[in-house]
C-alpha cells in the first residue's frame, strides 16, 4: 500500500466511523426499535458510500507522477543536499546514462563552487521507466584526482585501486544485503564498483535503497579520499 492509498483508507475509515456513532447516538436519542435500529444502519452504508464515491473521484481527477518524475526529483534532491561536492554534468549521460560527478578535492567540499575539477562518480541507467522495472546495475567510478592525486601516474597500479575496492564493496554487502532489495552484488571491475540492485525500482522504499546506496558510497569517497595540500 502506497503513502496516498494508506491516506485515503485512514481519512474515509474516520468518516465512517463518525457516521456509525451518529447514527448509534441518534438511535438512542430517538428509543431503541426495529425502525430506529434500520434508519441507523441505513445511515451508516448510506454515509459510507458516500464516502467512497467521494474519494475515488477525487483520486481518479488528481494528477499521478510518473516515475521518472519521482525518481529523477529523488535524485535532484541528493545532489542539492549533497552539492558541497556532488555535481550533475548531462554531458557526461552519452544518451544512455544518468551520471553524476564528484569534486575530486575534497578540500573543495567547503568551497561550494560548481567550477572545481570533477571526476565521474557515478552512473545508472537513464531515467525511463522500463530501465528500473526489474535487475539495475550502478556503477561508481574510482578517479586517480579523488584518490591518489598526488601519487604519480607511473607509480600507480591496480593494487592501489584493488585495496579500497574491496573495502567499498564490503561496505555495500554489510550495510545493505539484508535489505528487502538487496543488492544481489557488489563487484569491481578495475576501479569501478559495480552494484546490483535485484529487484528494480518499482517502489518509494526501492527509490530509498537507491539513495541509501549513494549516501554510503559518498560516504566512503569523502573518508578515503586525499586532501591536496595548496
Known amino acids: 500500500m502506497d503513502r496516498n492509498d494508506f491516506i485515503e483508507k485512514i481519512i474515509g475509515g474516520a468518516f465512517a466511523v463518525v457516521a456509525v456513532v451518529a447514527a448509534t447516538a441518534e438511535v438512542f436519542i430517538n428509543g431503541i426499535s426495529t425502525a430506529t435500529v434500520v434508519a441507523g444502519i441505513k445511515d451508516v452504508f448510506g454515509t459510507l458510500a458516500v464516502v467512497v464515491l467521494f474519494f475515488a473521484v477525487v483520486k481518479d481527477r488528481m494528477p499521478k507522477r510518473k516515475f521518472e518524475e519521482r525518481l529523477m526529483s529523488a535524485l535532484e534532491t541528493w545532489t542539492n543536499e549533497n552539492s558541497n561536492m556532488i555535481i550533475r554534468k548531462p554531458e557526461n549521460d552519452i544518451g544512455k546514462y544518468y551520471s553524476l560527478d564528484m569534486k575530486t578535492d575534497v578540500a573543495d567540499f567547503y568551497n561550494n563552487s560548481v567550477h572545481k575539477k570533477t571526476g565521474l562518480f557515478v552512473r545508472l541507467p537513464a531515467i525511463k521507466r522500463e530501465n528500473y522495472t526489474q535487475k539495475v546495475t550502478v556503477e561508481f567510478y574510482m578517479n586517480k584526482g579523488t584518490f591518489f592525486g598526488d601519487v604519480p601516474k607511473e607509480n600507480l597500479t591496480a593494487d592501489n585501486y584493488k585495496i579500497l575496492c574491496d573495502r567499498f564493496c564490503g561496505l555495500i554487502k554489510g550495510k545493505h544485503e539484508i535489505v528487502e532489495n538487496a543488492i544481489s552484488e557488489a563487484t569491481k571491475d578495475g576501479a569501478t564498483i559495480i552494484v546490483t540492485l535485484k529487484r528494480g ?30
Open 201 to 230: 525500482i518499482n517502489t518509494r522504499t526501492d527509490m530509498d535503497s537507491l539513495i541509501d546506496v549513494l549516501n554510503s558510497m559518498y560516504t566512503a569517497y569523502l573518508v578515503s579520499a586525499r586532501i591536496k595540500n595548496k
